[in-house]
């Protein structure tokens, strides 16, 4: 059966599918847009491929979508390497209402997870999210991969060494997350350190991402002293009025954060790490070009 005479369900078929490719795309890129663009060229190719010549649809996709995600991250190293400022992905946002979507999309997608998965090669990621976090067996992944069994299960064992802290590291529990990212909405734009001091632990780490496009700090900033430095001195240059024309509590990547509509007229994305009670990491996403899947979500005004 050809692909021009294929059944009008084959399509609902790969619909069946599309959340977990987006999801394995999304893991292996940290981008929601390139994810996108793997997922229909993984259906182009589905559309023009022989049905009865696929015996498991999910694994073929799995394939497909694995290898065009390796081929992309070739590319990828040399623009995170070339980057301007600190790296993040681009935010993973969730309504905080959609409680069946947070709990679908964003099952081991936090940012920390995220930048960890940065550390490892393109195999080690590959194989490591197709293992740990899908569930796939290292059989499928050898054939997926084209690579032995063996040495599948050493590139996770390597990927799992490295990143097996952050996987567990930042477990809090709901309500105290959201309470500490609204009170450090509030003490952050108004430079309170006082407050800031009781949210973030001593060794925090804040990162901006604003890619060269906007302005943001080069460098992630150590520590609880430098952090409130940052935002006191953010506060007293805008004249203690650091507030955003608008502002929306979200989900980012699985945990509370904002969505905000800067005075420049542009997005922001702020998401946290939580560990004992406090604030451990702080990733504000600045880019325009990571947030342009979000722009729906601005009220008409």
């Not at 197709?130 to 569930?135: I, N």
Request: neutral net charge; proline residues 3%; glycine residues 6%.
């Amino acid at each position: 059966m050809s692909a021009e005479t294929r059944q009008p369900d084959s399509a609902a078929e790969f619909e069946s599918h599309r959340r977990f490719l987006g999801g394995l795309a999304y893991r292996m890129l940290g981008s929601v847009a390139e994810a996108e663009d793997v997922v229909q060229d993984a259906y182009l190719r589905w559309h023009s491929t022989e049905q009865q010549d696929i015996d498991n649809t999910r694994a073929y996709l799995t394939t497909v979508v694995s290898r065009i995600c390796l081929d992309r991250l070739k590319s990828a190293r040399h623009q995170r390497e070339t980057y301007i400022g600190p790296w993040l992905p681009e935010p993973l946002i969730e309504l905080q209402e959609d409680i069946s979507v947070e709990e679908e999309l964003s099952r081991d997608a936090s940012i920390a997870l995220m930048l960890a998965l940065e550390r490892l090669s393109p195999l080690e990621r590959a194989v490591f999210l197709l293992h740990d976090v899908f569930e796939l067996e290292f059989d499928e992944i050898s054939t997926t991969l084209s690579r032995s069994n063996a040495a599948c299960r050493q590139l996770a064992k390597r990927a799992r060494d490295n990143i097996r802290l952050e996987r567990s590291r930042f477990q809090v529990e709901k309500r105290d997350s959201e309470r500490l990212s609204e009170a450090f909405f509030h003490a952050s734009r108004s430079g309170d350190t006082e407050v800031l001091s009781q949210l973030l632990a001593d060794n925090a780490i804040l990162r901006t991402d604003g890619g060269g496009r906007r302005i943001s700090a080069r460098r992630p900033i150590f520590g609880l002293d430098r952090i409130n430095r940052f935002f006191a001195g953010i506060a007293r240059k805008s004249g203690g009025i650091n507030q955003p024309i608008w502002a929306r509590r979200v989900l980012i990547n699985g945990a509370p954060g904002w969505l905000t509509l800067e005075q420049d007229c542009l997005l922001q994305a702020t998401g946290f790490a939580f560990r004992d009670g406090r604030i451990e990491e702080i990733y504000i996403v600045r880019n325009p070009k990571k947030l342009l899947h979000l722009t729906h979500l601005i009220p008409n005004r």
